[in-house]
């Protein structure tokens, strides 16, 4: 079965320090996509990043950073230097087998306090 | 990236009525599909629109409650049919663009509530 689990349901931080999102995933297709959006209070969903199960790669987009681990079927997301801008909700997702069908998790709710 | 946009953004319902929610993208796409997203949860992938064909829905929804329709590549609708209160949530259409991202995005949604 396919499942994603964010055991974080919330993490407050103060701004500037540094935060890690936890995402575990499963399933037995060996080909699959991993996904984080953002969900800000307003409601929609942007999305932040796309990686292929062949791509083990860890990747840096300004203070955002993913670390895909597929040893431990996990893809957590850090920021760093947290700001108020980034209080919101986080939804890590899986796209198993490539059919472009979303398994969300639960999110984690952030909220960066000045 | 498709642009997507969606009506209407929320509506109040009673219960027993149906709400029409209209999903357009501002270029042609193969696949669209229709999430919701009930009141503090996660999403729920509801179905796959495919244009000149019946929509294809996942475990736990059927066509009579969730009417969809895809006329062409740049538009689809879902209907919530016989609404009752269990159905307020926020309902997102999102389509998979193949061009440089690759990826999935997502309307604004459209926030429903049913008395």
């Known amino acids: 079965a396919q499942k994603v689990t964010q055991a974080q349901t919330e993490i407050s931080v103060v701004e500037k320090e540094d935060v890690t999102l936890d995402c575990v995933y499963e399933t037995r297709d060996t080909t699959y996509y991993l996904f984080w959006y953002k969900q800000p209070p307003s409601g929609e969903l942007v999305f932040l990043i796309r990686r292929n199960s062949f791509d083990e790669q860890n990747e840096i987009s300004g203070r955002y950073s993913w670390n895909f681990q597929k040893s431990t079927s996990s893809f957590n997301f850090t920021i760093t230097a947290s700001q108020v801008v980034d209080s919101a909700v986080y939804f890590c997702a899986l796209d198993s087998g490539g059919y472009n069908k979303l398994i969300f998790g639960a999110g984690t709710r952030l909220a960066v306090h000045p | 990236s498709a642009v997507i946009s969606q009506k209407p953004s929320r509506d109040i319902c009673q219960r027993g009525t149906s709400l029409t929610i209209q999903c357009q993208v501002d270029?042609?796409?193969?696949?669209m599909f229709w999430y919701r997203q009930q009141p503090g949860q996660s999403l729920t992938l509801i179905a796959t629109a495919n244009q000149g064909s019946e929509a294809t829905y996942e475990s736990g929804f059927v066509i009579d409650k969730f009417p969809i329709s895809r006329p062409n590549l740049t538009f689809s609708t879902l209907t919530v049919s016989n609404l009752s209160p269990e159905d307020s949530s926020i309902y997102l259409c999102?389509?998979?663009?193949?061009?440089?991202?690759?990826?999935?995005?997502f309307g604004p949604g459209t926030r429903l509530t049913v008395l």
């Open positions: 270029s042609q796409v193969t696949m």
């Open positions: 999102s389509v998979w663009d193949p061009g440089l991202t690759d990826t999935q995005y």
